[in-house]
């Protein structure tokens, strides 16, 4: 199983950034994936999550109205639509993958997790 995220990078705030994820190894489209981030000295925290049973999404508070999460079952590979970004948002990104999905923002309910991809908000 390999999930890799890659498209961080050192942006200004109210920039845009798009993260991808792709991921090999399990049935994807009976997957939820979810995104999270983890600041330097704060725990992991969720940041949207998608399901496979109609594309149903959730958000953290932090980031509704600012990221979208999609997925494309043909590539096997999930993105987070980054914009308006803040300096409050930078932290590694960690994609992962969910078969029951059913408490998608809990870290722990995940079965499997990429590395990280480093985004920097700063002016």
């Known amino acids: 199983v390999q999930l890799q995220a890659s498209g961080g990078g050192s942006v200004q705030p109210g920039d845009s950034l798009r993260l991808s994820c792709a991921t090999s190894?399990?049935?994807?489209?009976?997957?939820?994936m979810g995104w999270f981030r983890q600041a330097p000295g704060k725990e992991r925290e969720f940041v949207a999550a998608i399901s496979w049973i109609k594309s149903r999404t959730n958000y953290a508070d932090s980031v509704q109205g600012r990221f979208t999460i999609t997925r494309d079952d043909a590539k096997n590979t999930v993105y987070l639509q980054m914009n308006n970004l803040k300096p409050e948002d930078t932290a590694a990104y960690y994609c992962a993958a969910d078969r029951e999905g059913a408490k998608v923002a809990q870290a722990n309910a995940y079965d499997y997790w990429g590395r990280g991809t480093l985004v920097t908000v700063s002016s």
């Open positions: 190894g399990f049935t994807f489209g009976y997957y939820t």
